[in-house]
């Protein structure tokens, strides 16, 4: 698929819109057999790990700028897209809708930790 195909602004995205085009990758490659909740979780975790790794040894103040190098930033955005895509494709198999997942946790913290008045 070409950026012409899907001219989105980013602004423009949603989780079902990416979603689906993970979906139809993946089946496109006769890949679902293999996107079990198992497998998915397992690579989520492998890409987390490689996120983790470029800021393993950096400093806090080295990290706070680790989007200056653009080399760097590069890494930083690929893995960030990866671990964004696999728990997006586990979300699907499993019928977790991320956002209303995410907005529920949200509520539920901001009982559990009220801030400080």
């Not at 089946?27 to 497998?39: G, I, L, S, V």
């Not at 393993?56 to 200056?68: G, H, I, K, N, Y």
């Not at 897209?81 to 019928?95: H, R, S, T, W």
Request: charged share 30%; proline share 7%; net charge negative.
């Amino acid at each position: 698929m070409t950026d012409q195909e899907h001219p989105e602004e980013p602004g423009q995205l949603d989780v079902a819109e990416l979603q689906r085009r993970l979906a139809e990758f993946a089946a496109a490659r006769n890949w679902q057999p293999f996107h079990t909740p198992k497998n998915l979780v397992s690579a989520l975790s492998v890409e987390a790990s490689e996120l983790v790794e470029i800021f393993q040894w950096l400093t806090p103040e080295e990290s706070a700028r680790v989007m200056d190098d653009p080399d760097t930033a590069h890494r930083v955005t690929d893995e960030v897209a990866d671990v964004l895509a696999y728990l997006l494709q586990l979300c699907e198999v499993l019928g977790i809708d991320a956002l209303a997942a995410l907005a529920a946790k949200i509520d539920r913290n901001e009982r559990r930790f009220p801030a400080p008045e």
